[in-house]
Structures are given as structure tokens and as C-alpha cells.
């Protein structure tokens, strides 16, 4: 440490370069990379792999499991976006929420993962926000109301 005894030492000091956080690989033995995602009440825990694009939620098919294709191709985004499909196994467990929360949930899981697996696929998900967990949740029902903001009906006798 450089002895600053007035101002004008510590202007001659050379400024720290701002340190950008480093990240790297996380995959266990079997090659998995794991990962939580959260929408709305959902909770989605995701493992992937490498593999041939085959999707398990909660031991089904995902078309099975996400019959409408709109709720599908939610959760194929982010490998659209990373230029990665049919390259990965997914294999997850969803509980909590409905199928809209769940196929959000699930999203938000298979990002994270895929930036666990590769860390050079995290600029594009970051810029797709993909990585950002959505914070919008139900609004609480408040008492003296019908629901969160629905007031009583206006009787004037």
C-alpha cells in the first residue's frame, strides 16, 4: 500500500481495474449440469446433459406433459438462442403453480443450467433475458376486500 499523507498522493495512485467475475463450469460426475428455476409458485429442478434433445418433466414426455405447443416452445428458447438443439437431454421435476408457471419455471432452469454447462453461452442468454427471474407474482387478498383490490359493492341503503 502506496503512504498517501495528502490528496494529491491519492490522485497519483493508479486506479484498481474493475474485476469482472469469473465463471466456470459447473458439472458433476455423470456430466450434469443442475440448476432451479422459479416462476410465479413454480419450482422447476433441471439437469442436463449431453444428448440427442429428448425432454423429461416429471418422468413424461414433454408432450406429454406440455400439451399446448405455445407452453413447448417457451422452454425450447433458450436453446434457440444458444444455437444448441437437439444437443441436450433434459430431464426435470416441476411442482407448484400451473402449466403457464410451470413452462416458466422450467425455462428459467434450463438457462441457467446451460450457462453452468458452458459459460460462454451466459451473454446470450443474459441478453435474451432469459437468466432474470420474473419477480411478477399473485397480489395478496387484503381483508375488508372482496380479492387484492376488489372493493365491496356500493349500496346506498
Known amino acids: 500500500m502506496a503512504d498517501l499523507s495528502s490528496l494529491a498522493d491519492l490522485q497519483s495512485t493508479p486506479a484498481a481495474p474493475a474485476a469482472r467475475p469469473v465463471y466456470e463450469r459447473k458439472v458433476d460426475a455423470q456430466g450434469r449440469a443442475y440448476a432451479t428455476g422459479k416462476r410465479k409458485n413454480a419450482v ?75 459459460p460462454a453461452n451466459r451473454p446470450s442468454l443474459k441478453a435474451g433475458g432469459f437468466l432474470t427471474r420474473d419477480p411478477r407474482v399473485v397480489e395478496r387478498k387484503k381483508y375488508g376486500k372482496h380479492k387484492a383490490r376488489r372493493s365491496t359493492q356500493f349500496s346506498k341503503r
Open 44 to 118: 422447476a429442478r433441471v439437469w442436463i446433459k449431453a444428448g440427442t434433445g429428448k425432454i423429461t418433466v416429471n418422468g413424461r414426455a414433454v408432450e406429454v406433459f406440455f400439451a399446448r405447443p405455445v407452453l413447448r416452445m417457451l422452454i425450447n428458447q433458450p436453446f434457440e438462442c444458444t444455437n444448441t438443439e437437439q444437443q441436450f437431454d433434459v430431464v426435470c421435476t416441476v411442482n407448484g403453480g400451473g402449466l403457464s408457471g410451470q413452462a416458466g419455471a422450467l425455462r428459467h432452469g434450463i438457462s441457467k443450467a446451460l450457462t453452468y454447462f458452458d
